[in-house]
């Protein structure tokens, strides 16, 4: 049964970059199968796309992020990754990862629980 | 304010049925297919249908997928206690280049 979980830092300065990793266990992130996705949700607001990559590392990201934002992987270590710089208050949320069929290619079929993540000096 | 347009309230009481709507434009939901998914406030989204009307393994069939023209629905029936959640749809824009989520509609089984 896949899994992933996020990690990284509950807590990030004003202007300062927002990182986060996901980590896959129980499958491959190479497989051609699937996209991997990062979404986010602001306290007590909806939810938000935030990029997208694919098992060759193409990454789709969300217009309004994009200026800030890179999404990586390492196949090795079965991890992909979020970097968002310059993060201000309004960057403050849960941020999921989540593993999207590539023949859906926006579904996103399995989540991991979610880190909240606070912008505050 | 989102491109896909949610109620943001919906209630029914136990047993009952009851329908969410998602609308959208020719751009997004008229060209693509939807999903939708459900929160229980303080966990992750699941998702409960794909390709407008698809259930994964484990969704059972109270739960309901259809779209038609620049609109999509959700469908639930005998509903349960354990419905009660927050239910989002999405989709792709082909115009924006982006994944979009509706606003959110809180269920309320009374």
């Known amino acids: 049964q896949l899994q992933m979980e996020e990690s990284g830092p509950g807590l990030v300065k004003p202007s300062e970059t927002l990182s986060l990793t996901c980590t896959v266990s129980g499958g491959s992130i190479s497989s051609s199968s699937y996209f991997w996705g990062w979404i986010r949700q602001p306290p007590g607001k909806g939810l938000e796309w935030v990029g997208t990559?694919?098992?060759?590392?193409?990454?789709f990201y969300s217009p309004s992020l994009k200026s800030r934002l890179t999404i990586s992987m390492d196949t090795s270590k079965r991890q992909f990754s979020l970097k968002l710089s310059s993060v201000t208050a309004a960057d403050t949320a849960v941020y999921y990862c989540?593993?999207?069929?590539?023949?859906?290619?926006?579904?996103?079929?399995?989540w991991g629980p979610g880190t909240m993540v606070t912008v505050s000096s | 304010q989102s491109v896909l347009t949610q109620p943001p309230s919906v209630s029914a009481a136990p047993g009952q049925k009851v329908t969410i709507s998602c609308s959208g434009s020719r751009s997004n939901i008229g060209n693509n297919y939807i999903s939708w998914y459900q929160q229980v406030p303080g966990t992750a989204p699941k998702l409960l249908i794909y390709d407008n009307v698809k259930r994964p393994s484990g969704i059972p069939d109270r739960f309901s997928g259809s779209k038609s023209g620049t609109s999509a629905t959700l469908g639930i029936t005998g509903l349960q206690t354990g419905d009660e959640a927050d239910y989002y749809c999405e989709t792709w824009d082909i115009n924006l280049n982006a994944v979009l989520f509706g606003g959110g509609t809180k269920l309320t089984v009374l």
């Open positions: 989540a593993r999207s069929p590539a023949a859906t290619t926006d579904t996103f079929d399995i």
């Open positions: 990559i694919s098992y060759s590392g193409s990454t």
